[in-house]
């Protein structure tokens, strides 16, 4: 099963029907995303499933019903075991951006989080789950496919939040405080902390 989130409501693919209770059924071979999306936004409904029979097949089709654009991202661990959290757009998020050409999405990781927050000294220590969110970018929809990985740092220094990107704070979160950044994040971010 897989979610791509619109905003923070989850289109979930899947190969099994179950009766409409808050959620819609769709079939993913026919269905119109743009009708999907507008559901999701515009309704109380909370989720938009969408169904195939070849389970193997469910994200390879859903992937050409948009552009695609690949990000990296990381869920960065300090010496303290605090992790690494920036704001931007009234909420918190993970450092993450866009793969530039024939970069390997290890070094768009590692580059986009230290351009998002001036840390220094980036290790990768394992990869992480997949996300996927849909956004709308000069009036078209496009689905970001972001690959997380957990990254260590010793780095003490200053962090600098990139501004030009809308990055107002850049800060190291404790479980506590990590938890209460929750409340004003994303689904998509959510399921990589807890």
């Known amino acids: 099963m897989y979610k791509i989130f619109v905003n923070d409501k989850p289109i979930i693919l899947t190969t099994k029907v179950e009766k409409e209770t808050d959620f819609k059924n ?3 071979n026919t269905v119109k995303i743009s009708k999907v999306i507008k559901e999701l936004n515009k309704t109380s409904v909370k989720e938009v499933r969408l169904i195939h029979d070849k389970e193997e097949k469910l994200l390879k089709k859903f992937l050409k019903k948009l552009p695609n654009v690949i990000a990296g991202g990381g869920k960065v661990y300090n ?32 580059r986009e989080v230290e351009e998002e927050t001036g840390i220094k000294g980036l290790e990768i ?17 496009k ?9 260590t740092s010793s780095y003490d220094g ?20 990590s938890k209460k950044a929750l409340e004003n994040s994303y689904a998509n971010i959510r399921t990589l902390i807890s």
């Open 26 to 28: 769709y079939l993913l």
């Open 79 to 110: 010496n303290q075991g605090e992790i690494l959290f920036i704001y931007r757009n009234d909420k918190w998020d993970l450092p993450k951006g866009k793969a530039e050409k024939k970069e390997r999405i290890e070094e768009t990781a590692i």
């Open 125 to 141: 220590t394992k990869p992480l789950q997949t996300t996927y969110h849909i956004f709308k970018r000069n009036g078209r929809h």
């Open 158 to 177: 200053q962090l600098e939040p990139q501004e030009n990107e809308g990055i107002t704070k850049v800060a190291w979160l404790n479980e506590e405080e």
């Open 143 to 151: 689905i970001k496919i972001t690959y997380w990985f957990e990254m």
